[in-house]
């Protein structure tokens, strides 16, 4: 059976909610009738303002929580308090990501490379997944499936990489790729009902994209609404054998 048609009264979490992609899910998960409860991590206060307008509106339905994914212990303190809440979760989706901020950009050449910059990458892109699968084990180890799945990149693709560039956001993408799919093995034998998965959203218009999206075709760069529904699609599609898999939007599959 599909993961969609065992949706009933679920409980979700969405990790980097404040903006974008992770935004775009708590909306679309609110306007489900199958969730019953929703919970939207955020890092910061000032970026975070549409999703407390979002609880405002939906008290019962919404909880949110601060969680700065390099911090474990801001995990662990998060997942305790997600526990005196509920006992079970069914949906977890990790849409936290770095690309660029106002002091760093992705590397074009090697002259480019520094340690601090590359670790950067990889706490925020990979080691915060990873994180989270060792901590929400209790959460998603129940006798209903649950998925986690994690926005990776088609650029952190190997075997797809044809055009070189940004050095730490594909290695670390890459990275994720890698720690998910291992922690998949781990979770068929200590949770056998929850799918891991890896999911590439397409180029979707938000602040991570902005800097980049010249180039891009119209047709090609989707608004949050519609990555989010062509995602929970690709979600909803989900069975037992696609654990520790990664898909492209369209629910096509990509090579590591
Ligand atoms: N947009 C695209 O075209 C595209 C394409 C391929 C893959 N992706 C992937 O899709 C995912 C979502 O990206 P997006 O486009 O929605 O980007 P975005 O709008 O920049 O959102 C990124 C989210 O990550 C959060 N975040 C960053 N560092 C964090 C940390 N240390 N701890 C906790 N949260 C942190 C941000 O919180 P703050 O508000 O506090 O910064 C924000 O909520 C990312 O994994 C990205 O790599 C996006």
Not at 169 to 189: G, H, P, W
Request: glycine letters at 8%; aromatic letters at 8%; hydrophobic letters at 40%.
């Amino acid at each position: 059976m599909s993961f969609g048609a065992t949706l009933n009264q679920a409980n979700a979490l969405v990790i980097g909610a404040s903006q974008g992609i992770g935004l775009g899910f708590v909306r679309q998960l609110l306007q489900d009738g199958r969730i019953a409860k929703v919970t939207g991590t955020y890092r910061q206060r000032e970026t975070a303002q549409a999703l407390f307008d979002l609880q405002t509106k939906h008290p019962d339905r919404l909880a949110v929580l601060p969680l700065d994914v390099t911090q474990e212990a801001e995990i662990e303190r998060a997942i305790a308090s997600l526990q005196q809440q509920c006992d079970r979760l069914h949906l977890v989706i990790y849409c936290v990501g770095l690309l660029h901020s106002d002091s760093m950009q992705p590397e074009k050449s090697l002259r480019q490379l520094n340690t601090d910059q590359l670790l950067q990458y990889f706490q925020v892109n990979s080691i915060g997944a990873a994180l989270l699968a060792k901590h929400l084990l209790p959460l998603l180890k129940h006798d209903q499936p649950s998925v986690y799945g994690a926005i990776s990149a088609k650029v952190g693709s190997i075997g797809d990489n044809g055009l070189g560039g940004w050095y730490g956001y594909r290695a670390s993408k890459a990275a994720l790729n890698m720690l998910m799919k291992t922690a998949a093995i781990e979770y068929s034998r200590k949770s056998p009902k929850t799918i891991m998965t890896l999911l590439h959203p397409g180029t979707t218009d938000t602040r991570l994209s902005a800097p980049f999206q010249r180039n891009v075709p119209p047709e090609k760069l989707f608004s949050v609404e519609r990555t989010v529904s062509q995602l929970m699609a690709v979600i909803e599609n989900l069975g037992p054998n696609d654990s520790g898999s990664f898909f492209s939007w369209d629910g096509s599959r990509l090579p590591w």
